[in-house]
């Protein structure tokens, strides 16, 4: 039986891990440069920068972690939680695999040290003898870790005595104390040996020094493995920021006393120099670079076993299977795998920053995840530690920017990986019951609508087509199916409005549920009620007087007066939506060729309109849906639109052709669009014109549901006619 119980607490799990990575190699080779560039006050500068915008990232998700059961998986659990699988795993697979080939390069720093020491020795090491160290480093590593992260902590306890006494060395030697030139505290920006002290800046030395202060996430990677992950992760995180934060002042003060400028921007090691003892000091670098891929090499799997429950990477070979102490062994030697590509290509410093990117990235998205639910006041959110919305807003903004002032080239590339990853994994489409989106989206809508309702005039600029489809069987709409989706896509909506008697409630209830789903599936937004009513009128007019304080309220009733339809009860509907201000769209299809091939449309006008301005005759035609409509339809089916505008007698040719230029240009009706002028009234017109395969014509006045499908008779093809709600206008 497995033993999967949760077993470290917060000394071993959090903190141990998070100091560790951030006291490595950088603390002991580069410091002094720092120093040695920017002089103490902008040493401090730099660093107090750095941990600042990693501070907040900290504290943004100790924050989290306190509101949440956070299971296996770290930061790609927090923000698949809270922003879905596809922005969770779209962040967590490059974390993976940055965290996975930190690993790599982590061993070539502690392969450095050890060559460095040899050489000091007077021994020699090929490049036969480098691959070995960095072979033999990695098998020592892997090991540890294999057995347990218990191991691999318990490890990291004699490495951190070392780490600690090596600073002790450094800080205890009067070099530091005694000197007789005094402070160093403005330096001059000289440069580094590579660039032949050329001079730098400010942010140059920042880029070099950032990568110290990155490391919070270590103990958060053991969420899965943690007794209390909400005590732990907070209380081991900061701690372990705030003694970090004080080693590097600390030894940035002794060294702008210790060393000139020229002294510690000419010799990178000049902190085990200068030390009481050089050989325990570079225990501690090389103690810190093994420590560093210990934490690494534990946390990358615990990742991937996430990734692999949540179906964002393939099982494959078992990943997801725990060993009986609770191990992710097989996902440890897919890491493991991995690793060792990273040691053969010899050289990681092409995609070094990138694997920095990465991390930033995720520093980013944790913030963004505590700002965003701090800020919609959710009531689920309620952590234990609670901070300010200004820190995790700073968070953000400070890990963008070291992003862009680190390498801007490769933060647009991160970038690019991560929305690809985006973009791959919500095609495939992943699920998961702890998905907090919903929330989160329902709070933004509620917060919009409470701002938009301050507002009650109606901009004809931002109307949508929102239509309220009323159902008693859904096998009857499914031939209005495919009509439906192409009103509205891709911005407006559909209501199904299911209508049923008691004893069939549940029945139909799982029909429209279900064409709900079909009608999403297609990209339109849909949702759907069932009503309780003994009638289809009854039960429409009480769902369209109902929805008229909906926030999203429908502005169009679709209705199908196919043969099977009832007169009486259209002609109702049909009153009633015009007492409420809804518009309609009523279709009656050709009995045998439905909507035909879906390619020529005509738009009718008749002489009553054509003969008073175009503006006026809109507004009293009720004209604007059906205009809006045709050129939506004409756009979906890529098919020929034709506006025919009829006139009363061969004396009013002229006029209306001036009329329906003027209507094309106030309207902004595309060149590609085909106008007619024809004599005569709509029924002759329609009887003598071209077949379409849909005709759209505006709803008379006068209720004759007869009269429309006499039109279909005469027109030989479907007919779709429409009146306005009072919001349209084709022409704004």
Known sequence: ??????????????????????????????????????????????????????????????????????????????????????????????????????????????????????????????????????????????????????????????????????????????????????VLWVGDWRGSVDNGFGGTDFWTVFAVFFPAATGVMAGANMSGDLRDPRRSIPAGTIAAIGLSTAVYVLLAVWLARAGTAAELTSNYTFLIDASLWGPGVLAGLLGATLSSALSSLVGAPRILVALVDDAVVPDVGGLRELSENGEPRRAMVASAILVLGGLLLRDLNAIAPLLSMFFLITYLVINLVVLIESSLRLQSYRPTLEIPRFVPALGALGSLFAMFIVNPTVSLLAVGVVFGLYVTILRRGVSSRDDSRSGIFSAVAEWAAARATEYEAVNPRAWKPNLLVPVQDTAELRGDFQLLVELVRPEGTIKLLGVAAEAEVAEVAERVTRLTRELRKKGVFTTSSVLDSTDLQTGVVAGMQSLQSAFFRPNILFLDIGLGSRDAEIEHLWREARRVHMGLAMLASHPRAGLGRRTVLHLWLDAELTALPVEQALDTGRMHLAVLMALRLARTWKGELTLYALCEGEDDLTATRTWLRDLFDRARIPRAVGREVLVGDLDTCLERAPQSDLDLLRLPAEVDVAVLRRRVELSRSACLFFADSGQEDALA
């Open 1 to 182: 039986m497995q033993d999967t119980r949760p077993r470290l607490g917060t000394f071993a799990g959090v903190f141990t891990p998070t100091l560790l990575t951030i006291l490595g190699v950088i603390m002991y080779l580069r410091l002094g440069w720092v120093v040695g560039n920017g002089g103490l006050l902008g040493a401090l500068l730099v660093i107090g920068l750095a941990v600042g915008i990693t501070s907040t990232t900290g504290l943004a998700l100790s924050s989290i972690a306190t509101n949440t059961r956070l299971g296996a998986g770290g930061p790609y659990a927090i923000i698949s939680r809270s922003l879905g699988i596809e922005v969770g795993g779209s962040v967590g697979v490059p974390l993976f695999v940055s965290q996975t080939l930190a690993v790599a390069m982590y061993i070539f720093g502690f392969r450095e040290g050890v060559v460095w020491m040899l050489g000091s020795l007077g021994v020699h090491v090929s490049d036969v003898g480098v691959l070995v160290i960095d072979l033999a480093t990695f098998g020592l590593v892997f090991a540890v870790a294999y057995v347990s992260a218990e191991l691999a902590f318990r490890i990291q306890y004699v490495i951190m005595a070392v780490i600690f006494v090596s600073i002790a060395l450094v800080l205890g030697s009067p070099a530091g104390w005694g000197s007789s030139h005094g």
